[in-house]
C-alpha cells in the first residue's frame, strides 16, 4: 500500500511517501527547484520520490494533502468581510491564486499527475499533529501543535493512542502564537516565514525590556496558555502588514528597515518577544499536562521549532520526555497526511519501540552514489583525492583539527530546516574565530547568527546540561559550567554584539553569550561515518564535539545535489569538500566552467 503526501501552495511545498506504514522518502520542492521556501506544486520532490522507490504513480494507492483548502478559503473570506472595507483590498489581491490554483487541489494532483485514484484531504493542524506523534517512539503520548494558522487553527491539543490521534482543544485565527512571533519578526527587519529563527538568535544579545509591554497591551494571557490578541496593533487582518501604525507608536518607531544595522532596541525586542512565547509555550505545556495526564508530550506546527522555547519546556515543564517533528513547519505536514490516511483513515495497527522514533534521523531525501559523483567531478575537471571508505573519517577529522571548514556531502539529504550530518558545513568548536569567519566568509550572513555543536551522544552529559538526546537539533541548552570560561572585568561591560568579543566556554565557536547552544546528538547507530568522523576527532583532540550547519549560503536552500554543493564550496571560502570518498581542496581547484541541471545529475527525464 502506497501512500504519496503532498503539501504546497503557501510556503515548504514537499512531498512524501509513505509504503505499508513505513516512511520511504521525504523531501522539500526547494531542495530540486532552490527557490528558498519554494511553495510551488512539489512535481520534483514527487517525482524524487517515486524513482527513489522504483515507483510510478500507477503504484499510487492515495494521495494525501495536508489541509482543507475550502476552510481555509471560508476564513479569509469571512476575515476579508469582517475587517471590510479595508480588508477587501487583500482578499481581491489573493484571489487570483485561489481562483487559478488552492480551490482545485483535487483536479491539479490528476492533471499533474496523471493520478486517477482517491486523494484524501487532512486537517491542517490535524497533519501536524500527525506528523509529531506517528513516527515518534511513543506508543501513547499527548500532542501539542503550534503555528501561525491553518485553516481557522493556529494550535491544538489531545492524544495519540496507537494508531488514533484525538485532537481535544483548538485555538482558533486571528489569535496565534506563530504570527505574534511573526509580527515581531517584521518589526525587527525580518522576512516573515523565514526570518524568525533569526529573531530567536538575535535575542540573547538583547534585554527583555518590553516583555511587560508585550504582557500588557498586546496580548491577553490565561493561565492555561490560551490568549487572545489586541488586534488594533496587527494588521494581518486587513492587509499586507503584520502590524500597523499604532504598533509602532507602541514600540516608538517604524519597523526596522531590511538589512539595516541592528540596534540594542532591536536586540531587546527580539528578547522581550522570546521570552513571551517561552512563557505561553510553558504555559500550554503544563496545561496540556494537566487535561491528558499524559507522561510524553509530541510537538510540531512551525513554532516548534523555536528550540530554545523547546528546551525550555524540557527543563521546567511536567512532560519525562518529549519527541519533535524536525521537519516541524507546512512541509512535515505532507509526512503528517500520508501517515493519517495509513493509520487513521486505512485503520492499521501501530507499534511504537519506546526508544527509537520511525523518522530514520530524517535522512529521507536523494543520496548519490560514488559512480555518480565521481561522473559530476570528471565533467567538471574538478581535481580530487579518493579515499578509502576507512580513511574518509581520519582524513577529515584531521583537517578540523588544523582549523579548516570543511563542507561534507554525505548519504541521504535531511528531511526539514537542519543539517544533521548529510548535508553539512562542518568546523572545529574550540576555535574562538571560526563562528565570525563561517558566518561572514562562507555562509555570507549577519555575524551575530550562532552555529550548532554536534556531540558525540554519550559525552553529551559531560559538555552540556541537556538530560535527554536531542538527534535533529530542536533542543536548546546550557554549556557545562566546568566547561565555561571566566568573564573578565573588562568584558562585563560589553554590550550587544560585542559580547562576541568574549569567549563563553572551552567550545566558543558555538556557545551563544547567554552559554547556551542549540544542540545535535549524534548516535553510531543513526549516522555511522559522521560519528565516526567526529569519535576521530575527539581521539586527537580529546574534544567530542564539532560545529555542525547547513550546507548552503544565505537565501539558499540546502545543497542537494554534487552540484549544488560543489558551486556551494567554490563560491565561499571552505578549505575542502569531502563528497562521498572524494575530497577537494579549494588550492586545486579552477574557477567554475558551466551550470549543470539537477535533473542531469539524478538522471531523470
Known amino acids: 500500500m502506497n501512500i504519496l503526501g503532498i503539501s504546497c501552495f503557501y510556503h515548504d511545498s514537499a512531498a512524501s511517501l509513505v509504503c505499508d506504514g513505513e516512511i520511504i522518502a521525504a523531501a522539500q520542492e526547494e531542495r530540486f527547484s532552490r527557490k ?3 511553495f510551488s506544486f512539489p512535481e520534483h520532490a514527487i ?11 500507477e503504484d499510487i494507492d492515495y494521495v494525501a494533502f495536508y489541509d482543507k483548502p475550502f476552510i481555509k478559503f471560508e476564513r479569509i473570506l469571512e476575515t476579508s468581510l469582517t475587517y471590510a472595507p479595508v480588508g477587501i483590498s487583500q482578499f481581491l489581491q489573493a484571489m487570483p491564486l485561489w481562483l487559478k490554483q488552492k480551490l482545485w487541489i483535487p ?7 496523471k493520478f486517477t485514484g482517491k486523494v484524501l484531504f487532512a486537517g491542517h493542524h490535524e497533519s501536524h499533529a500527525a506528523s509529531a506523534f506517528y513516527p515518534s517512539p511513543f506508543q501513547e503520548a499527548a500532542f501539542l ?3 501561525g494558522v491553518g485553516e481557522w487553527e493556529t494550535a491544538s491539543f489531545g492524544v495519540g493512542k496507537a494508531n488514533m490521534l484525538d485532537i481535544q482543544y483548538y485555538l482558533r485565527f486571528p489569535h496565534s502564537l506563530g504570527l505574534l512571533y511573526s509580527a515581531f519578526t517584521y518589526y525587527a527587519g525580518f522576512k516573515v516565514n523565514s526570518g524568525e529563527y533569526k529573531l530567536m538568535g538575535l535575542a540573547p544579545y538583547g534585554e527583555a525590556r518590553y516583555a511587560g509591554l508585550i504582557r500588557n497591551t498586546l496580548i491577553d494571557l490565561k493561565d492555561d496558555g490560551s490568549f487572545k490578541l489586541n488586534m488594533k496593533y496587527f494588521g494581518y487582518c486587513s492587509g499586507l502588514r503584520m502590524t500597523n501604525s499604532r504598533f509602532d507608536r507602541l514600540f516608538g518607531g517604524p519597523p526596522r528597515k531590511p538589512e539595516s544595522k541592528i540596534s ?14 517561552e512563557e505561553i509555550m510553558l504555559k500550554m505545556a503544563w496545561h496540556v499536562h494537566k487535561v491528558t495526564g499524559q507522561k510524553k508530550l509530541c510537538l510540531a506546527g512551525g513554532v516548534a521549532l523555536n528550540c530554545v522555547g523547546n528546551g525550555k519546556i524540557l527543563r521546567e515543564g511536567p512532560f519525562e520526555d518529549i519527541w519533535i517533528q524536525p521537519a516541524s513547519g507546512d512541509a512535515g505536514g505532507a509526512l503528517g497526511a500520508a501517515l493519517i490516511a495509513w493509520y487513521k483513515y486505512l485503520g492499521n495497527k501501530r507499534s ?12 529521507l531525501g536523494p543520496a548519490y552514489d560514488s559512480e555518480q559523483i565521481e561522473d559530476f567531478l570528471k565533467k567538471e575537471n574538478a581535481p580530487y583525492r579518493r579515499l578509502e571508505k576507512d580513511q574518509i573519517a581520519e582524513v577529515v577529522a584531521g583537517l578540523i583539527a588544523e582549523s579548516n571548514v570543511i563542507g561534507w556531502f554525505q548519504g541521504r539529504l535531511e528531511f ?44 553529551l552529559p559531560e559538555w552540556f546540561e541537556l538530560t535527554q538526546e536531542s538527534p535533529y537539533m530542536l533542543l536548546v541548552s546550557a554549556v557545562k559550567e566546568d566547561r565555561r570560561s571566566p568573564i573578565r572585568d573588562a568584558e562585563k561591560s560589553l554590550q550587544g554584539f560585542e ?28 549516522n555511522p561515518l559522521y560519528y565516526d568522523m567526529i569519535e576521530a576527532f575527539r581521539k586527537r583532540t580529546g574534544c567530542p564535539v564539532i560545529i555542525n550547519t547547513s550546507f548552503n549560503v544565505r537565501g539558499e536552500p540546502l545543497v542537494c545535489t554534487p552540484q549544488d554543493a560543489y558551486k556551494c564550496f567554490m563560491r565561499t571560502e571552505m578549505d575542502y569538500l569531502i563528497m562521498g570518498e572524494f575530497l577537494l581542496d579549494k588550492k586545486e581547484q579552477q574557477a567554475l566552467t558551466r551550470d549543470v541541471k539537477w535533473q542531469e545529475v539524478f538522471e531523470l527525464d
Open 107 to 113: 483536479e491539479i494532483i490528476r492533471k499533474e499527475l
Open 352 to 363: 511504537a519501540s519506546g526508544k527509537n522514533d520511525m523518522q530514520k534521523s530524517s535522512l
Open 36 to 38: 528558498k521556501h519554494d
Open 499 to 526: 559580547k562576541l568579543k568574549a569567549p563563553r566556554s572551552q567550545i566558543p565557536a558555538v556557545t551563544h553569550v547567554d552559554y547556551s547552544a542549540r544542540i545535535q546528538t549524534v548516535k553510531r547507530r543513526d
Open 145 to 147: 501543535t503550534l503555528d
Open 416 to 459: 526539514g530546516p537542519r543539517a544533521l550530518g548529510s548535508r553539512s558545513i562542518i568546523g572545529d568548536a574550540r576555535n574562538k574565530e571560526m563562528q565570525t569567519k563561517m558566518n561572514l566568509k562562507i555562509k555570507f550572513r549577519e555575524s551575530f547568527r550562532p552555529f550548532a555543536p554536534t556531540v558525540l551522544n554519550e559525552y
Open 264 to 277: 540594542q532596541k532591536d536586540m531587546d525586542i527580539a528578547a522581550s518577544i522570546q521570552q513571551v512565547t
Open 47 to 57: 517525482r524524487w520520490c517515486l524513482v527513489n522507490a522504483g515507483s510510478t504513480i
